[in-house]
């Protein structure tokens, strides 16, 4: 990775991530803090990033490095986790029972991936239909299900889903915007991961495994 | 060199994004002036403010609040905003009860200038108001939306407008 690129272009465009994840916009434009949730999901996320080397730590933080190379690779970790924990702030709806269903949801779905998901090419799959379907079920299914102004049968399913629940799901629903500026938000993001960690040429690779079959010899030896 | 320089940028940028979701701009206007006056830049218009002040006098609110805008889009200039609170507050006034919405974002307006004021302390010298200091105005527009047996008090609409 260029210094360029991680010192400058990651932690710029995980930030604008972070930034833009929390815009709601209605009447009135509303800046969402991440919730709790948001932000034990964002760990998760980066957890199995790790383990699917889609973010390879030793890459940006490693004791070879000078404590400038290795602060600058602590920011992209750090600016990675915000933009993440943002990101389900984004795609999850804000209160009442659906904000929990989506929160378990992740949950489990990350969970699962982290179990049965190494490599990095099925783990940005993985988090692209992830975030890609959650995002179409939250800014086109329910926020044009709940949109003012919406059809009869919009209404009709509306207000049997909210009887059947008691009133629990409790969806508030945001301007047009606020969808074109998570789409956006999404699409920084994954670009942002597929920049983070490109796996090393092939080459490289064969450098990296010979001499570390070279400093594991000696010691086999003895 | 690039990394000192991305180290700057993102320390700048994250701060940056911090204080957005702190104080939750509404405008481009008071996004731009919060940043100034953290540089300590921000400065009213001061022709915006005089238009205010001469409509206030004039018991034209809206007119003054419009002006008053105008000089302060940030919202960062304590005296601009008490003289906010203030016209909500003479709008509202009413000899036998207060308008408690034009109250509310008077009382609004006022806690911003409090906020702003060094030491939020704030004493505006002008003859022509009845109460000069914000703690003053901001009793007098909670007194107003408060509910108490004195409310149906007859001899209440000879009290003066301040």
Redesign the interface.
């Known amino acids: 990775m260029t210094?360029?690129r991680?010192?400058?272009v990651l932690?710029?465009l995980f930030?604008t991530v972070?930034?833009l994840g929390?815009v709601r916009l209605a009447a009135?434009?509303?800046?969402v803090?991440p919730t709790l949730a948001a932000l034990l999901l964002g760990t998760l996320l980066v957890g199995a990033f790790l383990r699917a080397r889609v973010l390879a730590p030793e890459a940006l933080m490693h004791v070879r490095r000078t404590w400038?190379?290795n602060?600058?690779g602590a920011?992209v970790i750090l600016?990675l986790f915000a933009a993440s924990a943002q990101m389900f702030n984004l795609l999850t709806p804000e209160q009442g029972l659906l904000h929990v269903i989506f929160i378990v949801f992740f949950g489990v779905q990350l969970l699962t991936t982290i179990a049965a998901i190494g490599e990095r090419a099925a783990m940005l799959r993985s988090v692209a239909v992830l975030f890609g379907a959650m995002f179409a079920l939250r800014f086109v299914f329910l926020e044009n299900l709940y949109a003012p102004g919406g059809g009869l049968v919009a209404r009709l399913v509306t207000a049997a889903a909210e009887g059947v629940t008691l009133g629990a799901l409790g969806y508030t629903s945001h301007a047009p915007a606020t969808g074109y500026v998570g789409f956006a938000t999404l699409t920084l993001y994954l670009i942002g991961l597929v920049l983070v960690g490109q796996p090393q040429p092939v080459a490289a690779q064969h450098a990296t495994a010979i001499s570390t079959r070279g400093e594991d010899a000696p010691r086999a030896r003895q | 060199m690039?990394?000192?320089?991305?180290?700057i940028?993102?320390a700048a940028?994250?701060s940056l994004?911090v204080w957005?979701?702190a104080t939750?701009p509404?405008t481009v206007g008071e996004v731009t002036g919060g940043i100034a006056s953290s540089f300590g830049a921000y400065g009213i218009d001061a022709r915006a403010f005089d238009e205010g002040l001469a409509f206030f006098k004039h018991d034209q609110f809206v007119e003054a609040r419009a002006a008053l805008t105008r000089a302060d889009p940030a919202l960062r200039d304590a005296r601009t905003q008490f003289y906010m609170a203030y016209s909500y507050y003479r709008e509202g006034w009413g000899r036998v009860y207060s308008d408690d919405a034009l109250f509310a974002k008077g009382l609004e307006a006022v806690d911003r200038a409090i906020a702003l004021a060094p030491a939020h302390r704030l004493v505006v010298d002008d003859a022509d108001l009845g109460m000069r200091s914000a703690d003053e105005l901001r009793a007098e527009l909670v007194r107003g939306q408060t509910r108490e047996l004195s409310d149906l008090n007859p001899l209440k609409v000879f009290r003066r407008r301040k």
């Open positions: 210094a360029l991680e010192a400058i932690p710029v930030l972070a930034l929390g009135d434009a509303r800046l803090p400038l190379e602060t600058s920011v600016t | 690039v990394r000192v320089a991305g180290l940028l993102t940028y994250s994004i957005l979701y939750q509404q």
